[in-house]
C-alpha cells in the first residue's frame, strides 16, 4: 500500500535533557537545495519563562519504503561548541515561534525513507487562499500516533483570519481547529489544485507552522469555553531561516 507523501514530511519531536525526554512535540522536514532542516516551534528548543532548555532533539525517521514499522531514531543536538545550531528569527512585533535546525547529511542512515517541504510548496500567490478554507495539521497531539507505523494523525482545520494579513500585527494567522499540546511545530497545508501541483511528488501548499492555541485572557475559565482558535506563523519564515549563512 503507499503512504500519503504528506505522513512522511512529518516526524514526533522529543526533546531531551542529558539523555532524559522532557516533552513532546511535532516537526517536519525542509530541503533547501542540497541541505535539510527540520522545523520547530521555537518554544520546543528553547523557552526561558517555563525554564525549558533541551540539549537535543530525537526524531523517529523510517527505514524502508516496504516495510513502515522499521524506523531509526535520530538524535540532532541543539549546541555544538556551546553555540546554538538551531535558527530562529525576531521580526517588528518580537520573536518569531519557528526554529529550524539543520541534519548534516552524515546522520541520515542508509535506505531511510521521508519527504521534505522545500522552496517550491510557499504558496506564491496569498490572495488565492481565502478565510474560511478547509486544510490540515499534520502532528502528534499528545505524542499521540500509529505506534506500528510511526505515523502521525491529522486534524481538519480551516482558516480563521484573513490570510496574507499579520493577525494583530503578528507573524501568523489564525486557524479554527481542536488541537492539543504536543502539536506545536505541525506544518499547517493546504491541498495543491493547480496543473504543477497535480504532478508534483508532494502536492500541497505549506502555509504555516503551528505554534500554540489563542485564548483571551479576560475568558471565565468557568463559563466560557476556550475559544478553539490557533496561532499558525506564515512559512515564508523558512526562507529567512535556511539561508545560506557565513561560516
Not at 25 to 52: K, N, Q, W, Y
Not at 171 to 186: E, Q, V
Not at 196 to 206: D, E, R, S, V, Y
Amino acid at each position: 500500500m503507499q503512504i500519503e507523501s504528506i505522513l512522511l514530511t512529518t516526524v514526533r519531536v522529543q526533546t531531551l535533557l542529558g539523555g532524559w525526554h522532557r516533552t513532546n512535540a511535532s516537526g517536519f522536514l525542509f530541503e533547501r537545495g542540497s541541505r535539510l532542516f527540520l522545523v520547530t516551534c521555537r518554544h520546543v528548543v528553547i523557552d526561558p519563562p517555563s525554564e525549558h532548555h533541551p540539549d537535543s532533539l530525537a526524531i523517529e525517521l523510517h527505514m524502508g519504503a516496504g516495510h513502515l514499522s522499521r524506523t531509526t531514531r535520530l538524535i540532532v543536538p541543539l549546541f555544538e561548541n556551546g553555540l546554538s545550531r538551531w535558527r530562529t528569527c525576531a521580526d517588528a512585533a518580537g520573536d518569531v515561534d519557528v526554529a529550524a535546525v539543520e541534519i548534516a547529511p552524515h546522520l541520515l542512515p542508509q535506505g531511510v525513507v521521508y519527504r521534505a517541504f522545500s522552496p517550491e510548496n510557499l504558496p506564491p500567490r496569498l490572495e488565492s487562499i481565502e478565510v474560511g478554507q478547509s486544510i490540515l495539521v499534520v502532528g502528534y497531539p499528545l505524542g499521540f500516533q500509529d505506534n506500528l507505523h510511526q505515523l502521525p494523525v491529522v486534524r481538519q482545520a480551516t482558516i480563521a483570519s484573513s490570510f496574507g494579513l499579520r493577525f494583530q500585527g503578528q507573524g501568523y494567522f489564525l486557524t479554527d481547529a481542536r488541537t492539543h499540546r504536543g502539536t506545536s511545530g505541525a506544518p499547517v497545508v493546504l491541498r495543491r489544485t493547480d496543473e504543477g501541483g497535480a504532478t508534483a511528488g508532494l502536492p500541497w501548499w505549506l502555509l504555516g507552522v503551528h505554534s500554540a492555541r489563542l485564548d483571551v485572557g479576560t475568558r471565565d475559565l468557568v463559563l466560557d469555553e476556550a475559544l478553539g482558535l490557533n496561532c499558525a506563523w506564515y512559512s515564508d519564515v523558512l526562507m529567512t531561516l535556511t539561508e545560506d549563512r557565513p561560516a
